[in-house]
């Protein structure tokens, strides 16, 4: 019996001082570049998400693995005006250690900051780990 897992298929929505964009198509990636109205009324903004430099893929959890499950998990991270990562939690479990490895491979990415007008700004991204059991022939 061979077994093939998949983890780590991502999609991002991102806010960026108080601009949101549309979550991404999943499969797109992050460097989505989106000018938006609104903020200081002075015309359109033009506002690029973080960008992974680096994206960690999660290890998919052996428990899980042994009982054939799979699950999305949602991570909400704050990266700083350098790139950096102030912060990360998860805002969607699903048991089975998929948390704590969607997590983990958040927390070890590594990002070029959000943009806006071409600034580096604090940003927040949400960014959903789907984790896909799959068993290939008998």
């Known amino acids: 019996m061979q077994v093939m897992k998949r983890a780590g298929t991502c999609a991002i929505a991102v806010l960026i001082l108080g601009f949101l964009s549309a979550p991404a198509p999943a499969g797109a990636a992050a460097d989505n570049v989106v000018a938006l109205k609104g903020g200081s009324g002075r015309g359109e903004s033009s506002v690029v998400p973080p960008k992974f430099v680096?994206?960690?893929?999660?290890?998919?959890?052996?428990?899980?693995?042994?009982?054939?499950?799979?699950?999305?998990?949602v991570v909400e991270v704050w990266i700083d005006t350098d790139g950096s990562i102030i912060s990360a939690k998860v805002i969607k479990a699903a048991g089975w250690g998929f948390s704590e490895a969607a997590l983990r491979?958040?927390?070890?990415?590594?990002?070029?900051?959000?943009?806006?007008?071409?600034?580096?700004?604090?940003?927040?991204?949400?960014?959903?780990?789907?984790?896909?059991?799959?068993?290939?022939?008998?």
């Open 54 to 73: 680096h994206r960690e893929k999660p290890i998919y959890p052996i428990k899980a693995q042994r009982a054939k499950k799979g699950g999305t998990v």
């Open 105 to 138: 491979a958040a927390k070890n990415s590594v990002f070029t900051p959000g943009l806006i007008n071409g600034r580096p700004a604090k940003a927040k991204i949400k960014i959903p780990y789907k984790f896909v059991y799959e068993q290939m022939g008998k």
